[in-house]
């Protein structure tokens, strides 16, 4: 039986800029990269060097506290750089691919036959399994704690957020075999969304399936896990993007690492929104050639959607967890005159002294601009509106502002990302920076409960 | 615009440490966002933002407060021009410039008063001017006798602003209404000029309006005489519509209604918390109207004196009063009946609405740590149901 969860708070963001569904070629990446940054929560130990030669799917850096984690490497090629910032902290491992790709063969497997240890070790072999989230902590998956379930959304309703359903054609059995191999571990939950109909999300086997349905972020997997199954103090969860499902299950089908996917490069800024084929840590610059006008000084490109995406620049490449490149405006050289009491139709608020209530789906163009200043909590009620989710979001910022950790347990942080508060951190009328404080408190407390 | 914009660009280094007028830096960068709207951009987090701002938000609260206001400027007059024994001879217009002339003053020393002590205070912690004070500012002077001299009005504002409010961190940190702590320090410190028949209606002739009162004048508020168990000689359209003497910006319940419709519509103020206020001030007053302990109807109490423009305008500010969505019907309520409570059972008092407020206030953290608690409690049962 599939569960229906109707979402009613929450929020669409209708942004100009969505890509078609169509796929462009575009001139392959020169060399790659990755970067502990695309795993939260990994201080890493680089375990090849300079000048090594490396395939695709071995590990280049391990995570330090649990070396049995590494991560794979995307492409096989030349290691030409281990970039390294303030107190030696590593940025990332630079990889120039070779012409002809050579794959570490990890031997093809029948998953209905492994038990969950073994994908549990095949993952972490392959440098696959920190690709996986976990919560609490909303970090890269530690291999200590046995997850009382894992967690997968297929839905993507972030503002521009790329098609999964698109992603995912060509890929069906990939995606099946990864959900098994997942169940093996631990009982999975597929959450989808109400308007998607492929049947290898309707369909799929050996998972939960639950039907969320309403307006972002329905398909947050904090939101959805909030609903079917609270992580309470103690328990663990793992959370997969449902890219990595098929990541995982290419590695069960064929043996190999197999990192391609496709992207959407979506923005208000950005000529012919649509997709392109790329392989996990190339350059973004290919994407983006010839596509962003006269005004490439004044862009802001985000490895991500609006909401809860990096901040990279033309030179930078692509997250392993990525699904979209967005570019739009930063909005510097705005000059808005009294905006506080002007009507300012092309600009979008959930709040009704504006007209966005008036103008129906409009798509609009928004730039980065936080468009005003940082104030105290004033307003109340504010977060409540758009976090779906049975937490009381305003004290339990206040609570990490403080610095108060009993509190912090009491008011469910075990139970939230700092995605959940994206949103929250979109309307919230004193520009607080949500996210950002909801990061500090889960360090807190990891590092407390250490 | 832009040529304007240059010009802040340009003596912006003036202002900046070091620069010739670092002491007026709060004073630029509040005329730099009340100008334009500010450019910066996030560092992280989500890249894009809401229009909304707390500059909008109060600019909001005030467009509301102005059919009050306006309506208070011309019942000032209206009432004057009554005492005075020459409504027939007088205009429209000479009603509501008198009354302009009367509040304005008042209206300029709450702001430069209360935005002055900010701005000091801004520059002192470094900080951003914070707008606030937008809305105290205007409610201040609506809240008090049209009488009421402006030293004691400075000294009260300097006071609320001070201790009410920047010791507390500020805007958004403050436990009690900052307007009305200054009309409870005018009400405590000074109750010869806040309370009492005398101090209701103008008495001065201004820039050519109006006549000079004896200063033996009284007029009584309707909730007054009330108490004193007089008859109230007005009709139920006066005091809904505001025709009556009382503090300045209170009177009118249609002007209140039209402010409490753009509060609701923007969504700025919480319907749960003013619906709260109605429901605890109507059932208590029904309550004591039915035993006989009050001489007005449940709804004469509504209409009169400062119900509708505290329940409308103070029970709902977001930062003094409850904050979690129950706590919002709880603390309204409660708002409501302290406030009739007030009236009714104590005889020195024939208003009660400013001290139901204060009082809440103070209990509005408590009424949130409840409702937050039992958030906090289903989680705790979660996890022991699990252990099970």
Wanted: hydrophobic share 45%; with cysteine; charged share 20%.
């Amino acid at each position: 039986m599939v569960n229906v969860f109707k979402i009613k708070k929450g929020l669409d963001i209708n942004l100009e800029g969505k890509a078609e569904r169509i796929k462009v070629q575009k001139d392959a990446s020169e060399d790659f990269v990755l970067s502990p940054a695309f795993f939260e929560g990994v201080v890493p130990k680089v375990i090849v060097r300079e000048g090594e030669h490396v395939d695709a799917g071995q590990a280049l850096f391990v995570n330090k506290q649990y070396p049995e984690v590494g991560f794979a490497s995307p492409v096989s090629g030349t290691v030409t750089e281990i970039a390294r910032g303030e107190r030696r902290k590593v940025l990332h491992v630079k990889i120039s691919p070779d012409t002809e790709q050579k794959y570490v063969d990890y031997g093809i497997h029948d998953v209905s036959r492994m038990s969950g240890e073994d994908v549990k070790d095949m993952l972490l072999k392959a440098g696959l399994f920190g690709f996986m989230d976990q919560l609490p902590y909303a970090i890269s998956a530690l291999p200590c704690n046995e997850p009382k379930a894992i967690f997968v959304s297929a839905l993507r309703d972030k503002p521009l957020a790329a098609d999964f359903e698109f992603e995912l054609e060509g890929n069906e059995a990939d995606f099946q075999t990864g959900l098994t191999a997942l169940s093996k571990i631990a009982k999975v939950y597929l959450g989808i969304g109400a308007k998607q109909t492929s049947a290898a999300l309707t369909g799929a086997k050996d998972v939960e399936i639950n039907v969320f349905s309403g307006p972002c972020p329905a398909g947050n997997v904090g939101v959805q896990i909030n609903h079917i199954s609270p992580v309470n103090k103690g328990e663990t969860v793992w959370t997969a993007d449902p890219m990595v499902v098929i990541f995982i299950g290419r590695l069960f089908n064929t043996g190999k690492v197999d990192l391609r996917r496709i992207v959407a490069v979506v923005g208000s800024m950005v000529e012919n929104p649509s997709y392109h084929d790329v392989i996990v840590g190339g350059q973004i610059a290919p994407l983006l050639e010839c596509r962003l006008g006269d005004f490439a000084e004044c862009l802001r490109i985000i490895d991500g959607n609006v909401l809860t995406g990096r901040r990279t620049t033309i030179d930078g490449y692509i997250g392993a967890h990525t699904s979209e490149i967005t570019v739009i405006s930063e909005g510097e050289e705005e000059c808005e005159f009294m905006g506080w009491m002007m009507p300012r139709l092309n600009q979008f608020s959930v709040n009704r002294s504006y007209f966005s209530w008036l103008l129906g789906k409009k798509a609009y163009t928004l730039d980065a601009r936080v468009k005003g200043g940082e104030r105290h909590m004033i307003m109340s009620g504010e977060y409540d509106r758009v976090i779906p989710m049975d937490i009381c979001a305003e004290y339990l910022i206040k609570a990490i502002i403080s610095g108060d950790i009993d509190r912090m347990e009491e008011l469910g942080i075990y139970e939230v990302a700092p995605e959940d508060f994206a949103l929250a951190e979109f309307v919230d009328s004193s520009k607080l920076e949500l996210q950002h404080i909801v990061r500090s408190g889960l360090d807190m407390l990891r590092k407390e409960n250490a | 615009m832009n040529e304007l914009k240059d010009y802040m660009d340009k003596i912006r280094p003036l202002f900046d440490k070091g620069g010739k007028l670092h002491a007026f830096r709060s004073l630029y960068d509040g005329m730099e966002t009340f100008l334009f709207v500010p450019n910066t951009t996030p560092k992280t987090g989500v890249h894009i933002h809401d229009a909304i701002d707390s500059k909008r938000i109060m600019s909001i609260v005030v467009i509301s407060l102005l059919p009050a206001l306006l309506f208070g400027m011309y019942n000032t007059g209206y009432q004057h021009y009554l005492a005075a024994g020459q409504l027939d001879g007088s205009s429209f217009l000479d009603l509501f410039l008198y009354g302009l002339f009367a509040v304005m003053p008042k209206i300029l020393v709450s702001y430069i008063v209360g935005l002055g002590i900010e701005f000091a205070w801004a520059q002192m912690k470094g900080e951003e001017i914070q707008e606030g004070y937008l809305v105290s500012g205007i409610l201040i002077p609506m809240i008090i006798p049209v009488t009421c001299p402006l030293w004691a009005l400075a000294v009260a504002v300097a006071f609320a602003v001070i201790f009410a409010k920047e010791i507390f961190g500020g805007t958004g940190m403050n436990i009690f209404n900052v307007a009305l702590v200054t009309r409870a320090f005018l009400f405590f410190s000074y109750p010869s000029v806040m309370s009492g028949d005398g101090v209701w209606i103008a008495r001065d002739y201004l820039l050519g309006f109006g006549y000079d009162l004896p200063d033996s004048f009284t007029q009584a508020t309707p909730l007054a005489m009330a108490a004193q168990g007089a008859d109230i000689p007005y009709s139920i359209s006066d005091m809904v519509l505001g025709f009556i003497p009382g503090s300045i910006g209170e009177t009118s319940v249609v002007a209140i209604a039209l402010g409490a419709v753009i509060l609701l519509w923007t969504g700025i103020a919480s319907w749960k918390t003013m619906a709260g206020v109605f429901a605890g001030g109507i059932l208590t007053a029904m309550v004591f109207s039915a035993t006989g302990s009050t001489p007005l109807a449940w709804y004469e109490h509504i209409i009169l004196g400062g119900f509708c423009f505290g329940a409308v305008f103070m029970a709902t500010d977001p930062v003094t009063s409850a904050r979690t969505e129950t706590g919002k019907y709880i603390f309204g309520f409660l708002v409501g009946a302290v406030a009739i409570v007030i009236r009714v059972m104590n005889p020195g008092y024939p208003e009660g609405m400013m001290l139901a407020i204060l009082l809440m206030n103070m209990f509005a953290p408590t009424i949130d740590y409840c409702v937050v608690s039992r958030n906090i409690s289903k989680r705790k049962k979660r996890l022991t149901e699990n252990k099970e």
